[in-house]
Structures are given as structure tokens and as C-alpha cells.
């Protein structure tokens, strides 16, 4: 009798558990990829999606919140202006961005100084809009109810990741094979260990086999075992990766890159539940959840006779389709900071680090978020690591130059356009600031577009083509410049008295960035006032 563990498609009966499925109106919706305080990011925020009626973005409102869970609250950045800037849906599907006199708006190396609209296909792959230059929001297409966290192992609150917890919830408890495609770097992987654990057979062995690993001569001992003397050097009884799966989940992974023979071999175990060990007339009965992951096309494949159409056919029971990154940008925000504090706590380096300044730069952000993400999860994950070590020792990272390369700039495709005949845009000086190095810029330029920019280091990295966390640095090898945490109690104190607690006064007295310096001057207790 065969198994219960290998089960033919036709016999399948998954139930439909309509709860689990994600709602498929989608709306346009507001992400927090960058924020100050980095608990923040992922709170979403969802538009109204009635063309004609504006939604204000600005400091008190909308009210965000995590996916999943009730309640919110504003951006409440001191930074970021109380006057709204307005957004608003068009009859087509796009979303129209009104600055008005709400917060500095930029679209990549854009500042908008009137109405810019974008298409519903480019919502749809996802905007990054720069706010203040302090948030970063992911302007994208969501559907109410999406819940985040890190539900069974996965990471994010997108449409497509959600989709495939409900597939996982599905088919979970059932015994029947399941084949994971997706493209490389991906998670597959991570996919096939959540099924495992939301199955009755979570306390039983999870094995993972890349198949395209095993050299031909050796897959068949290595899949299925072999007996002491079935080849030469075979010197005891060996268990084959079956074996070492039994009651448990068995994770084929690169099942496309299967040899004839392993394809032979894995459709008679999938047919009988028994495997021969090498040398052996006697079969062992196996109790395994195969799970199978390509990112090959396996249709094409049979056309062209490199893969069997029956191992297809029973690797198939039941297809969980993994979206690749670039379709899920309102997660990048979360999966950045989730991979940084994995990487910080390994170096015992703090979480989140002690600033009120964003721990990833704005610009920075941008680029990451417009980036295709060919390698997925993988790649990811890699720059990210490259990002922390590189930055080790720093509150912020910065790109080295193997890292400035392979991302793309910011300028290489515009997004949006002008929705009226008065609606402008601002390109910020900051074009040439990826090609500048900033070992390059004396003290002297330096001083000037810090004061030309009113001590907006923003502004000023502009002005000078660098980064904005370039600045720090140049301030901290420049000797006749400080920052406003090196300012004594006694002489903020009397500065604050001088100039009538006048915060625009008090930075041209002191020279020291205006965020930095209302940050110290709370601290103390002390009011400011806005000049």
C-alpha cells in the first residue's frame, strides 16, 4: 500500500479557507521605509482610493501602523512640517503629489515645487517619495487587512508574501508533495522550512538536498542509501538522505538540475513510498514530505526532453509560487533593518543604534528601494552585510566603492511627471554628488555650504555632490567645526539666553545642524522658539 505521505494530484482535495486569503482590492498605501525611530518601519498608512478626494502627509497625519494591528499614530518627526502635503488618486489609477507648502518632497534627485502625478503602474512597482529629508516613504498599491510580522519565519506584509502564508496554511497539515518555484534567491528554502514547521511532522527531521550538488555517480547512494560493498571504498552500510528524513520533510531543492537517472530514481520512490539502497534487492518502506524547489521552467524542459513530464506531474501535488523582491518594495524597508540588526548583534555591535538621526540615510534608502534585486533575498541580505561590516564602528553605513557600482543611480529612469501646466521640479545639485568624493572637499567649501544651507546638512550635502552622512565625517576631521553634541551645558545655556531660546539664531551663533542642536537643547530642558 502506498504511503500517505505520496499522494497523486488527482486524489488532492485542498480546503478553501477563505480567511486566509489576502483581499484582492488594492488600494494606494503609504510605507515607512526610513524613519528616525527604527521600530517604525513598515507602518503603513492606506490612502483613500476615491479619485478626487486628497489625503494630507504630514506631520500629525494619516495615522500609521503596523500591518495586523489596530490603532496608529502620526510620523511625529519635529522635523517634518505640520503643513500638509497633499495626495490624491486620479480617475486613471496613479496618485498625484501636491507639495503645497507641506515638507520638502523628493522624487529620487527631484524636489518638487508643484504637482507631480505618478501612473498606476509605477504605484504599482512602487515610489520612493523623501520626506524632509528624514523619512522615507514607499508610495505603492496595498490591500486592507494585510497583516506583517514575522509570521512563520517570513519576513513582510506585502500582497505576494501574504499569498503564499495562506498557500502555507493550506496545505500544511496534508501529506502531499509540494513543489516551491521562484527565482533565484528568492527563500525557497525558508518557504519549505515553514511548511515543516506548520505540519504535524515539525519534531521529525527536516533534510535539504541541492540536487544540482550530487554528482551523478554518487546520487544514488547519497539519495537512497547504500549496502557495505555495493561499490569500491563502500566500506559499511550507508543511509541515503530518504532515510534520514523519515517521518519527517525531505527539501529537494534545484530539482530542474536532476540528472535522467535521479529523475528515474525520484519518480519510483514517489509512486511506490519505497526505496532500494544501492546493493539491495529488498526495498525499505519510507514515511517522507517531499518538497521540491526550481527556478527553472520544467515545462520547457520536457518539451526539449531534459525533464520527465510524470515526476512533474507527482512533484506537483500542490505549487506555492515565491514573488520575487522587486514585486514586494514595500518589504525592502523591514528586510533592511531586519538583516542589520541580525548583522549588528553578531558583530555585539548595539540595536538600534544611539541617534536620533536615521540609521539608514534617506538617499541611500532611495537607491535601495529602486533597485531591481536580480539575486532577491540573497543579494539582499549580502549587501546589506557588506553595508554593516564595511560601516563598523559608525552609527550609520555608507557605500563603499564595490557597492556605489553595482547599484544603480537614482537618475537612471524618472518617475512621474508634471500634472499641470505650473507644476516644476527642482533638480537638487546632489547629480554629480555620487561621483565626489568627499576626502576631496576642504574645510573651507565645507564651512560655506553648511552656512549657504542655514546648517541643513541635507542642503549642504547637496550643494557639495556627497552624501548627507559624508558630512559627519568631514566635520569630524575638521578642526575649527563641531557637532551640537559636543556643546557644553553652560554654553548652550547662554547662547539660549542671548537669543531668546531663537532656534535659527542659535544655530548661526553656534554653527551646528539645526536637528541636532533642538535634539541637545530638549535634553536640557530648554525651549526653543522658531524664528
Not at 537669543?499 to 536637528?515: C, F, I, N, P, Q
Request: hydrophobic share 40%; aromatic share 4%; glycine share 10%.
Amino acid at each position: 500500500m502506498r504511503p500517505p505521505s505520496f499522494v497523486d494530484v488527482s486524489t488532492v482535495n485542498v480546503p478553501e479557507r477563505d480567511a486566509d486569503v489576502p483581499a484582492t482590492r488594492r488600494v494606494p498605501a503609504l510605507t515607512l521605509a526610513v524613519h528616525p525611530r527604527v521600530d517604525r518601519v513598515g507602518e503603513r498608512a492606506l490612502l483613500s482610493s476615491a479619485p478626487g478626494e486628497a489625503q494630507a502627509l504630514s506631520r500629525t497625519e494619516p495615522l500609521f501602523h503596523h500591518p495586523g494591528q489596530s490603532g496608529g499614530r502620526p510620523l511625529e518627526d519635529a522635523f517634518v512640517s505640520r503643513k500638509a502635503v497633499r495626495l490624491q488618486v486620479t480617475p486613471e489609477g496613479g496618485v498625484r503629489v501636491d507639495p503645497g507648502e507641506g515638507s520638502r518632497v523628493r522624487v529620487a534627485e527631484l524636489v518638487l515645487t508643484g504637482p507631480w502625478e505618478f501612473s498606476a503602474e509605477e504605484v504599482a512597482t512602487g515610489v520612493p517619495l523623501e520626506l524632509a529629508g528624514r523619512v522615507v516613504l514607499l508610495l505603492h498599491a496595498a490591500s486592507p487587512g494585510e497583516e506583517g510580522g514575522d509570521t512563520l519565519g517570513m519576513v513582510g506584509a506585502s500582497a505576494g508574501l501574504q499569498r503564499v502564508r495562506a498557500q502555507i496554511s493550506r496545505v500544511a497539515d496534508l501529506s502531499v508533495p509540494v513543489l516551491i518555484r521562484g527565482e533565484t534567491g528568492s527563500g525557497k528554502e525558508l518557504i519549505a522550512r515553514a511548511l515543516h514547521q506548520a505540519s504535524p511532522r515539525r519534531q521529525q527531521p527536516f533534510v535539504s538536498v541541492n540536487l544540482g550538488a550530487i554528482p551523478r555517480e554518487l546520487a544514488a547512494s547519497e539519495l537512497f542509501g547504500a549496502r557495505r560493498g555495493a561499490f569500491t571504498g563502500s566500506v559499511r552500510d550507508q543511509d541515503g538522505f530518504f532515510q534520514a528524513a523519515h517521518g519527517g520533510t525531505l527539501f529537494l531543492d534545484e530539482v530542474g538540475e536532476a540528472s535522467p537517472e535521479v529523475q528515474v530514481m525520484l519518480l519510483r520512490v514517489l509512486e511506490t513510498g519505497e526505496v532500494y539502497r544501492v546493493g539491495e534487492r529488498v526495498p525499505l518502506a519510507v514515511d517522507v514530505r517531499l518538497v521540491a524547489a526550481t527556478d527553472a521552467l520544467l515545462e520547457q524542459q520536457i518539451q526539449e526532453g531534459r525533464f520527465k513530464a510524470p515526476l512533474l506531474h507527482r512533484l506537483a501535488g500542490f505549487s506555492l509560487s515565491v514573488p520575487p523582491l522587486r514585486e514586494r518594495r514595500e518589504d525592502l524597508g523591514v528586510l533592511l533593518h531586519h538583516f542589520a540588526r541580525e548583522e549588528r548583534e553578531a558583530m555585539g555591535e548595539p540595536w538600534p543604534p544611539s541617534s536620533g538621526e536615521p540609521w539608514l540615510p534617506p538617499a541611500l534608502a532611495v537607491r535601495l528601494l529602486r533597485h531591481d534585486w536580480p539575486g532577491n533575498i540573497r543579494q539582499l541580505r549580502n549587501v546589506v552585510r557588506q553595508l554593516v561590516i564595511g560601516s563598523r564602528g559608525q552609527s550609520h553605513p555608507r557605500l563603499d566603492a564595490q557597492l556605489d557600482a553595482e547599484l544603480p543611480s537614482i537618475t537612471r529612469t524618472p518617475m512621474g511627471r508634471p500634472a499641470g501646466k505650473q507644476a516644476t521640479v527642482e533638480p537638487a545639485p546632489a547629480s554629480p554628488a555620487l561621483r565626489r568624493r568627499p576626502a576631496e572637499i576642504p574645510e573651507a567649501e565645507l564651512l560655506a555650504a553648511l552656512r549657504e544651507g542655514d546648517w541643513d546638512f541635507q542642503a549642504a550635502a547637496d550643494r557639495l555632490g556627497i552624501h548627507r552622512t559624508s558630512i559627519y565625517h568631514l566635520i569630524e576631521r575638521s578642526p575649527g567645526l563641531r557637532t551640537a553634541g559636543a556643546l557644553g551645558a553652560e554654553e548652550l545655556t547662554r547662547v539660549h539666553a542671548a537669543t531668546g531660546g531663537r532656534l535659527d539664531a542659535m544655530v548661526r551663533t553656534l554653527e551646528v545642524s539645526k536637528r541636532a542642536l533642538a535634539r541637545r537643547l530638549k535634553e536640557l530642558g530648554l525651549d526653543v522658539r522658531e524664528d
